[in-house]
């Protein structure tokens, strides 16, 4: 089997950068099927700290292939701007293919994903990073996308562009907005056209001869499985599919060629913008997770919500993505508490519940069932195999593992490189 695909179990920022980066090691290809530069990936090398929105996290391994499938939605002046960032910093910009097929984000879309959140009362707000992702996707669906195979044609580009424009400022003017300027936003995006259309291609074919040649390959989900617009707390999601068959669609890969699904799993839970987290910590506690953990987003600096692990969710998770190996992250966050809180079952209106309720107002109203652990109270950060672990920590590792059903094939104590390995 080729290709082997890596998605988020919770509700994103589980490290699924770093997890790429490390398992890039020995892969010839990575392949982002979704998503746009709403996701925020995390890759630290040494000392340098670099976040990646749209290019794959492959990127740093010499010659290895990174896709842009034609499942994502691409901004395109983002996408040349974290290009001309990384290509002034030494790595080389020719590993990078555009799908043809990819949608295209703009001005537009940024501004009516602003204005349609601005609209929605508190308690109704999704709390979108405002990168015009539901926009576009449902521009996509609408049939009146515009995809990257454009780039490569300046006048249809244009007149596609201004046409679509003048659609959206007609909303914009009516709600009291000032209208888009057409002029200084085809400027714009003549720019960053005439710099990506050289890595426009069709990457559906590219896929599968890689696939042909038994060439190795990492799929790289974003967001995450909590926050699919099928499988997530509609409508608190985004607008793609995040959990491993999006990876079929996303990319043309057919499902027989799956290999080996692997679930990232941080070892509490954390979420940034609205919508139900039944272990969410409003006290001390989830504030020091959060300033243990590092917790604002990558992409929008927000501050995430914190909480104790929830396996209720894990095993949903890890059931419809069919995760053949976890990557547990960010263990080391854990180290210096005393006991350790994990979410076993949910009681909603006096009932328990083993099940994650895909009804999300049932979500809303389910209080978590605890079981309570010793913590381990010492420095996990130098562990370099699971025996190196403090027996607390096995015994956490054990148990999250039996609970969402899914083995442990990687532990992750440290946003670096090294700090990454492997239970076999
Ligand atoms: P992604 O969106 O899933 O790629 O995750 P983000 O990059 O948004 O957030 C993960 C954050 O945790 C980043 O700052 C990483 O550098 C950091 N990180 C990843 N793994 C670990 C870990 O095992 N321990 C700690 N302390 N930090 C980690
Ligand atoms: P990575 O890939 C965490 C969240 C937003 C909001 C909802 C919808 O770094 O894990 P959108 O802008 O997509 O329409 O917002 O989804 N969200 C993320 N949360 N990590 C991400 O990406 C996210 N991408 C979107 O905060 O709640
Ligand atoms: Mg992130």
Same mark, same amino acid.
């Given at each position: ?43 630290? +090398? ?20 990174? +896709? +842009? ?72 669906? %609408? ?71 038994? #060439? ?49 799993? #941080? ?46 969710? @894990? ?6 993505? @069919? ?22 079952? %949910? ?8 099940? %994650?309720?895909?009804?999300? #107002? ?14 381990? #109270? ?29 083995? +442990? ?16």
């Amino acid at each position: 089997m080729a290709v082997d695909v890596l998605v988020g179990t919770q509700w994103g920022d589980e490290g699924k950068g770093k997890l790429i980066d490390v398992l890039t090691r020995d892969v010839d290809m990575v392949v982002r099927f979704q998503g746009g530069n709403n996701a925020g990936h995390t890759v630290e +090398i040494g000392d340098n700290k670099y976040v990646l929105h749209l290019i794959p996290s492959g990127i740093f391994r010499k010659g290895v292939d990174c +896709i +842009i499938g034609n499942g994502v939605v691409v901004d395109p002046i983002g996408l040349m701007g974290e290009m001309t960032a990384l290509a002034e910093q030494g790595f080389d910009m020719s590993q990078i293919q555009l799908s043809s097929n990819a949608h295209l984000v703009f001005a537009y879309h940024k501004e009516f994903d602003a204005f349609s959140e601005s609209r929605l009362a508190e308690g109704k707000k999704i709390g979108t990073t405002k990168r015009g992702i539901g926009p576009t996707y449902a521009d996509k669906a %609408y049939r009146s996308g515009i995809r990257a195979g454009e780039l490569c044609d300046l006048e249809s580009l244009e007149e596609m562009f201004r046409t679509q424009l003048a659609k959206y400022n007609e909303i914009f003017t009516a709600a009291g907005m000032d209208a888009l300027d057409p002029d200084e936003k085809w400027l714009e995006l003549e720019k960053a056209a005439k710099y990506l259309a050289p890595f426009v291609t069709d990457t559906v074919q590219s896929v599968n001869s890689a696939i042909k040649a038994g #060439k190795k390959i990492l799929c790289e989900g974003a967001q995450a499985t909590l926050l699919d617009i099928d499988h997530g707390t509609y409508p608190f999601v985004t607008s793609s599919s995040t959990v491993s068959g999006g990876a079929c669609s996303g990319a043309g890969i057919a499902p027989r060629n799956i290999g080996t699904v692997w679930g990232v799993m #941080k070892a509490y839970c954390t979420r940034v913008g609205e919508g139900p987290f039944p272990t969410e910590l409003n006290d001390a506690m989830g504030e020091m997770l959060r300033k243990d953990g590092g917790e604002y987003g990558a992409t929008t600096g927000r501050p995430r919500r914190c909480g104790w692990l929830d396996t209720v969710a @894990g095993a949903f998770a890890c059931m419809i993505n @069919g995760v053949d190996k976890l990557a547990v992250t960010k263990l080391d966050v854990l180290d210096g508490l005393d006991e350790i809180k994990l979410c076993v079952a %949910y009681e909603i209106d006096g009932k328990r519940h083993d099940l %994650y309720p895909s009804n999300t #107002k049932l979500l809303a109203k389910a209080k978590p069932v605890y079981e309570t652990m010793p913590g381990w #109270k010492c420095s996990t950060s130098n562990a370099k195999s699971l025996d190196d672990l403090p027996e607390n920590a096995r015994k956490y590792l054990a148990r999250v593992s039996e609970l969402v059903n899914a083995e +442990i094939g990687v532990v992750s104590v440290g946003p670096r490189r090294d700090q990454t390995f492997e239970v076999k």
